[in-house]
Nanobody, 127 residues
């Protein structure tokens, strides 16, 4: 059974930092692509960052480039999202997603390409 468990969300002031974690289990981690998406109240879910677990290529949405960093610890089957210089507009529920890389164009952040999803972790940034 595939399981993705996010953690690390919370409340911070603008300019602060948070690191989200996504622990994956139940499948061959190394052959998958992992992505972070977010959904703010009243808005559609959008892609934030993605990583090929094999090779480590990374992709970012323009809105977070230079502020967010996606990384992985293959030994722990865990993907991280380091978020710096947070802005109020980063406030959202953040979701981890995974799919075999053959189904995913990571930089396109197409939700329908990601088969597995976590439950989400809330990030709130106050001004």
């Amino acid at each position: 059974q595939v399981q993705l468990v996010e953690s690390g969300g919370g409340s911070v002031q603008a300019g602060g930092s948070l690191t989200l974690s996504c622990a994956a289990s139940g499948y061959t981690y190394s052959s998958n692509c992992m992505g972070w998406f977010r959904q703010a109240p009243g808005k559609e879910r959008e892609g934030v960052a993605a990583i090929y677990t094999r090779g480590g290529s990374t992709y970012y949405a323009d809105s977070v480039k230079g502020r967010f960093t996606i990384s992985q610890d293959n030994a722990k089957n865990t993907v991280y999202l380091q978020m710096n210089s947070l802005k109020p507009e980063d406030t959202a529920m953040y979701y981890c997603a995974s799919s075999p890389c053959s189904y995913v164009a990571p930089g396109a952040f197409e939700e329908r390409e990601y088969f597995y999803w976590g439950q989400g972790t809330q990030v709130t940034v106050s001004s």
